[in-house]
């Protein structure tokens, strides 16, 4: 057996040599097709960044508010989990377009977290509403970043 026929093997037989979203499609080749080439692909989201003139303006609101664990701290620049929030010199006071980009965490009570955060001042732009497979509460950052609570409707 070649490489290349060991690395087919390998993706034919592992489930995380490829992407869940591509069951049933698995490239064994390269993304071009070659023969014996890795494939290169996108497998998941690591994390997303949050960017402010001043890291400290988000910080205690994603710590202290929403509990999120600090597991990395520098200075300028925090992580919590996937998300990261750090100071950026290009980035000056409140978002001017909140909607643009939306930070996704899982809840799972809902609504006891939505009742949690608004009896501690946090504004919601949406309440704890039903869309079928998924309940959704959506929230304001200090900065005015969107930031949405999600709870799948199986577990509601």
């Known amino acids: 057996m070649d490489q290349g026929d060991a690395r087919r093997v390998i993706l034919a037989t592992d489930p995380s040599a490829y992407s869940a979203h591509r069951k049933g499609t698995i490239r064994p080749?390269?993304?071009?097709?070659a023969l014996g080439k890795a494939a290169t692909m996108i497998t998941g989201l690591r994390g997303t960044s949050i960017w402010s003139e001043n890291v400290n303006n988000l910080?205690?609101?994603?710590r202290d508010v929403l509990g999120l664990e600090v597991t990395t701290e520098t200075p300028g620049f925090v992580v919590l989990g996937?998300?990261?929030l750090g100071t950026h010199s290009e980035v000056h006071s409140r978002n001017a377009d909140p909607a643009r980009h939306m930070i996704g965490l899982t809840s799972n009570d809902l609504t006891g977290d939505w009742k949690r955060l608004k009896d501690a001042g946090v504004e919601f732009v949406e309440d704890p509403t039903d869309y079928g497979t998924v309940w959704i509460a959506t929230l304001k950052d200090p900065e005015g970043n969107l930031v949405?609570?999600?709870?799948?409707?199986r577990a509601a």
């Open 29 to 33: 080749n390269g993304a071009d097709g």
């Open 59 to 62: 910080l205690p609101f994603y």
């Open 82 to 84: 996937g998300l990261w």
């Open 148 to 153: 949405q609570l999600l709870q799948s409707s």
